[in-house]
């Protein structure tokens, strides 16, 4: 029973445009939302997140949006680099614990 | 500031065997969780320490067990070693505090012939 559904397991965007990865979940205990970034044989990277009382938190080119009554999530990348191609994770927080419960990940690809 | 570090970065063991892998977190992060990648699975949660003790643990076999030494080094232990325990293993550590931001090492990549 998957909790955090990350449903586009790739993503192929031209450089400057913008990318959305998106990232459902269904717990609704879920208080915290974070989004990972991963490169080839490193561990993931913290990008950005958001708390659940929030519906939007902006860092620079990255904006994370939150959809409480859709459980739904997406990460916006404006605009993209090439830089920016990795595999990108979703993952909840639930509360009364210190696990991260992380979505199978999405590829994206920027293109030059 | 040093980032989470992890030995070794590669490990290559036979069925039946057992392995351990170390942990070292951040300065002042008390909270050490692990987690296993496989492809296709995303991160499963394995298990978290704070202060020595095990606080959360994930749906995996006794056979994967932890431990947390009192400078938050953690160890994790895997014994009578499968083929599907081929996966990277990552450890994350963190403050535990309100934001959850885990912070994670380059993991070790095991597998198991």
């Known amino acids: 029973d998957q909790q955090v559904k990350q449903n586009s397991p790739s993503l192929s965007v031209q450089e400057g445009r913008i990318s959305i990865l998106n990232c459902d979940y269904t717990n609704s205990m879920f208080d915290y939302f974070l989004w990972y970034k991963k490169y080839p044989a490193e561990g993931p990277t913290f990008l950005i997140s958001i708390s659940s009382i929030k519906d939007k938190n902006e860092d620079g080119r990255f904006t994370v949006f939150l959809n409480k009554s859709a459980k739904h999530l997406s990460l916006h990348i404006v605009p993209s680099q090439p830089g920016d191609s990795a595999v990108y994770f979703c993952a909840a927080h639930q509360g009364g614990s210190e696990k991260l419960v992380f979505g199978k990940g999405t590829k994206l690809t920027v293109n030059p | 500031k040093a980032g989470v570090t992890q030995t070794p970065r590669y490990l290559i063991k036979t069925r039946g065997q057992q392995v351990t892998l170390s942990c070292s977190p951040i300065s002042g992060h008390r909270s050490v969780s692990w987690y296993q990648q496989t492809p296709g699975q995303g991160l499963q949660f394995l298990f978290e320490?704070?202060?020595?003790?095990?606080?959360n643990k994930g749906n995996f076999p006794g056979r994967f067990s932890g431990r947390q030494f009192s400078n938050s080094r953690s160890e994790m232990n895997v014994s009578t070693l499968e083929l599907g325990d081929s996966a990277l293993y990552l450890c994350a550590s963190s403050l535990s505090g309100a934001n959850y931001e885990q912070y994670f090492g380059p993991g070790t990549r095991l597998t198991v012939t």
């Open positions: 320490y704070f202060s020595e003790t095990q606080r």
